[in-house]
Nanobody
Framework: QVQLVESGGGLVQAGGSLRVSCANS????????MGWFRQAPGKEREFVAA????????YYADSVKGRFTISRDNAKNTVYLQMNSLKPEDTAVYYC????????????????????WGQGTQVTVSS
């Protein structure tokens, strides 16, 4: 049984930083591209960042480029999202997910191509 568990969310002031983590179990993590998505109340789920199975070629949404960094540690089966210079508009529930197909993330910003979603972690940025 595949399980993804996010952690590290919280409340931070604008301009601050947070790192959220996603621990993976039950799936060949080192063969899976991983993505971070977020969803704010009343809004659709949106792509934040993705990284390939070996930790290379990250992609970011324009809204977070230069502020967020995605990384992974395959030895720990964990993917991270370091968030700096946070803005109130970054407030959302952040989810990690594994790309459906091994050694592929050709549609990296499409949440429908991801499986095994975590429960999400709330990030709140106050102004």
């Amino acid at each position: 049984q595949v399980q993804l568990v996010e952690s590290g969310g919280g409340l931070v002031q604008a301009g601050g930083s947070l790192r959220v983590s996603c621990a993976n179990s039950g799936r060949t993590f080192s063969a899976s591209a991983m993505g971070w998505f977020r969803q704010a109340p009343g809004k659709e789920r949106e792509f934040v960042a993705a990284i390939n199975w070996s930790g290379g070629r990250p992609y970011y949404a324009d809204s977070v480029k230069g502020r967020f960094t995605i990384s992974r540690d395959n030895a720990k089966n964990t993917v991270y999202l370091q968030m700096n210079s946070l803005k109130p508009e970054d407030t959302a529930v952040y989810y990690c997910a594994a790309y459906r197909y091994y050694y592929d993330y050709s549609d990296y910003d499409n949440w429908k191509k991801y499986d095994n979603w975590g429960q999400g972690t709330q990030v709140t940025v106050s102004s």
